[in-house]
């Protein structure tokens, strides 16, 4: 994919060269069969196709520049990574590979086979060499949300020192405290990994940052409420996808140029798909790049995705932090208060997130949801139970699916799809 000879920044960095190129080809040929088939593209996509061209080249060239003037790199894994701290003190906040089989084997070595496939993923990224963003980190940032990630950080850290941020469990004013004394010493970690101190003034340039990135994509999402919609829902996942490593500013930009074509095409009723097409909410897991899987299967089988109920998608855009905080402990209280917003389902009780996904059913007249998680993931294949009776009541057509980063069960996800699509059709 890469467009200019990387290999010798890659091979300082670490990597497994022989198995990162074989990476990056299958990286490049699964993006061409899935992204580059797609018609009717909006101009402003061209922007993200050369990003993911360079995701282990121009990118990761960028962050070893800005390492060298002395910022650091963050690398996390989850949405509850407060970024404006690592923004203030000038760092670059990346997400961590995690959505691709590769490394499978490796993983297995040291994780149990019925793990959910997005840690085996980030597992196998490190221990095969095949990340670069984790390469170049200085940090990598962990959290207690569900079992499986906390106990395979604790594996992780042998390998990369891992930090791990505390995540409550509960929403109550117990577990507010206990997150805010979480942000506070998360705060000092990151001064001390930078020697820089957290100011109220460079935390409000960072606050400012990463609320101006999710307007941007807030905007996108609130387009895609069109009828017909002018973005494919594989496009929009990959511009979601893309906010957790690209640079926040250069990024932010291209997403509202992308936006002021999009409302063109609005304006001009000119959409992806025809009319009649079903609009489906896809609900659940994350799925980090390259994990295309679902939405492809959806929009080769004559629907589209108008939304995604998960963390590449609402639940990490949907709040802003206040900006109103003049001191450092009003802006970290407004931090706080934004990221105890997020409705992830390691919470309990998490009415939260059910009311959220019969809200955007209706903002975006979507005609079913399609529950994704990923095989193993014991809190949404749960929760789906819970997703299920709600939406029952509500007469909301749902497909429950649980599936890994396979290609085994294409197929057989197709042919459900497919029958739902009929149903949904009516
Ligand atoms: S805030 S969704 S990004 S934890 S899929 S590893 S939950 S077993 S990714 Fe997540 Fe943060 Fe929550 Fe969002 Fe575990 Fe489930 Fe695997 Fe998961």
Known sequence: MAQKDYRPMWKELG?????????????????????????NRPKGMQYLDFVISEAHGLRIEELM?????????????????????????????????????????????????NTCALIKSFMGFKLAGLCPY?????????????????KAYEIL????ETYVMEIPQMKTERD???????????????????????????????????????????????????????ISGLDALLVNQIAFYDDPLR?????????????????????????????????????????????????TSGAIVVAEESCVGERSTRDLVDESGKTLDEMIDALVDRYFKIDCACFTPNQDRL?????????FKADG???????????????????????????IPLLKIETDYGMEDVGQLKTRIEAFLEMVRG
Not at 77 to 96: D, K, N
Not at 157 to 160: C, G, T
Not at 355 to 363: P, R, T
């Open 15 to 39: 990597l497994n060269l022989e198995g990162h190129d074989q990476l990056l080809n299958v990286l490049g040929q699964a993006y061409k069969d899935i992204y580059m088939k797609q018609e």
């Open 65 to 113: 520049e800005t390492k060298k003037k002395g910022n650091k790199v963050v690398g996390t894994f989850c949405v509850y990574v407060p970024e404006e701290l690592i923004l203030a003190v000038g760092g670059s906040c990346v997400g961590l590979c995690a959505g691709a089989e590769i490394g499978i084997d490796e993983a297995e070595k040291v994780l149990p086979r």
């Open 134 to 150: 984790i390469q170049a980190s200085d940090l990598v940032v962990g959290e207690t949300t569900c079992d499986g990630k906390k």
């Open 157 to 160: 850290n042998d390998y990369k």
């Open 176 to 230: 507010r405290a206990l997150w805010r004394g979480e942000i506070i010493q998360f705060k000092e970690k990151v001064e001390e990994l930078t020697g820089r101190k957290i100011t109220a003034e460079n935390l409000k340039e960072g606050i400012k940052i990463a609320n101006d990135k999710r307007r941007a994509l807030q905007r996108l999402s609130a387009l895609r409420k069109a009828i017909p919609p002018p």
């Open 251 to 299: 990024f932010t930009k291209a997403v509202n140029d992308l936006c002021d074509e999009l409302e063109e095409r609005v304006r001009n009723g000119i959409g992806v798909t025809k009319n009649g097409t079903p609009r489906i909410l896809v609900s659940g897991s994350p799925m980090a790049v390259p994990n295309w899987k679902i939405p492809f299967i959806i929009e």
């Open 355 to 363: 009311d959220h996904i019969v809200d955007l059913v209706k903002a």
């Open 369 to 395: 949801v399609i529950h994704y998680s990923i095989q193993f993931c014991t809190p949404y294949t749960v929760e789906a139970y819970k997703v299920e009776k709600t939406l029952q009541q509500k007469g």
